[in-house]
């Protein structure tokens, strides 16, 4: 059975939900390569990632970040880039996807003009090659380090994790609004900006359970 249309991406909630129903149970393995020896292999549990992502939404709201707001997302798969997301759905901010290596570095600049973040989020790498190439210069206004618990003279992701209430506040969206920008590979000229709704995201998280048969 796949979700109603009229439904919205409720991802943080049932993450929520699971951690009070499971907490100890897995919710991601994140495998490090490693310059000598083995990979590292990281694991996530629900408690954990549902906790982080409702106390960094706290923060993020204190930072300024509302509904409709466009973060720029510069953080690669793993735990960190987790919890921003259903943190930044939480809120039913934008997030703008980016992937420099498929783009080109210099291409990224041409991408954020033409959607206009307001915030950026990335990893020390990241804001390097921001500074260097004036990814969004012309319109980002806040900048979020993430990786590092903290760093002199930065906002970091980790920083921005608050007390979280009870109750998080509901999601604040509806079906049409705007969950991800992300762009095309530019094979044709520039990346193209595509934009996917909270509808979107519901059918294709409802395609992916009903796909492999899962049952959360």
């Known amino acids: 059975m796949t979700e109603s249309l009229n439904t919205v991406f409720d991802l943080p909630d049932r993450i929520r939900t699971l951690a009070q129903e499971d907490p100890d149970r ?6 490090k390569p490693s310059l000598f020896g ?20 706290v923060g ?14 510069m953080v690669p798969p793993g735990e960190d880039a987790l919890v921003l997301s259903l943190a930044l759905w939480r809120i039913g901010a934008i997030m703008v996807g980016i992937e420099p290596h498929s783009h080109g570095l210099r291409k990224v600049a041409v991408c954020l003009r033409s959607v206009g973040p307001e915030v950026f989020f990335g990893t020390p790498e990241a804001f390097l090659a921001q500074r260097v190439f004036g990814w969004g210069k012309e319109t980002v206004k806040k900048k979020v380090l993430v990786g590092p618990a903290s760093a002199p003279g930065f906002t970091t992701l980790r920083s921005l994790e608050r007390p ?8 604040d969206v509806t079906p049409d609004d705007i969950a991800v920008i992300a762009f ?6 520039n990346p193209k900006p595509t934009i ?3 509808r979107n995201l519901t059918q294709l998280t409802a395609g992916v359970k009903n796909q492999w048969q899962l049952d959360s």
Request: charged share 25%.
């Open 26 to 31: 897995t919710a991601l393995i994140h495998i």
């Open 38 to 57: 083995d990979p590292k292999v990281e694991t996530t549990d629900y408690r954990t990632l549902s906790h982080r992502a409702e106390a960094t939404a």
């Open 60 to 73: 993020l709201r204190e930072f300024g970040i509302k509904k409709g707001t466009l973060c720029s997302f």
């Open 164 to 171: 979280i209430p009870e109750i998080p506040e509901a999601l």
């Open 184 to 189: 095309t590979t530019g094979s044709t000229g």
């Open 196 to 198: 996917m709704s909270q």
